[in-house]
């Protein structure tokens, strides 16, 4: 059983290869060429290494697949603008518009 789900939840920092794991590659050296960069949460000892940030990963590819919308109070309404946006990108795929 992994620690993940002996914990009932994923972790939302991410080693380098848990990263590259996530994004769907299988070696960490695409992980020098994106955008997100890693977060370093103490300077010496255990867990120095760096880890990169789930939700900055999914941030950064809604903004590259043309879902990224800003998070709405809920009862504001914007949720629908958010499933228009996902609708609409979705038929831009299965028209053939990447």
Not at 13 to 34: D, M, R, S
Not at 79 to 91: G, I, K, N, Q, V
Request: aromatic share 8%; net charge neutral.
């Amino acid at each position: 059983m992994t620690a993940r789900r002996a914990m009932g939840f994923a972790p939302r920092l991410l080693t380098a290869e848990q990263a590259a794991a996530y994004l769907g590659y299988e070696t960490t050296g695409l992980l020098a060429n994106i955008p997100v960069k890693p977060v370093q949460m103490v300077e010496k000892g255990p867990g120095c290494q760096p880890k990169w940030d789930r939700a900055a990963l999914d941030a950064w590819l809604d903004r590259l697949s043309g879902l990224s919308v800003a998070a709405a109070p809920e009862g504001s309404g914007e949720t629908d603008t958010a499933e228009a946006a996902f609708a609409a990108w979705r038929e831009k795929r299965a028209a053939g518009g990447h």
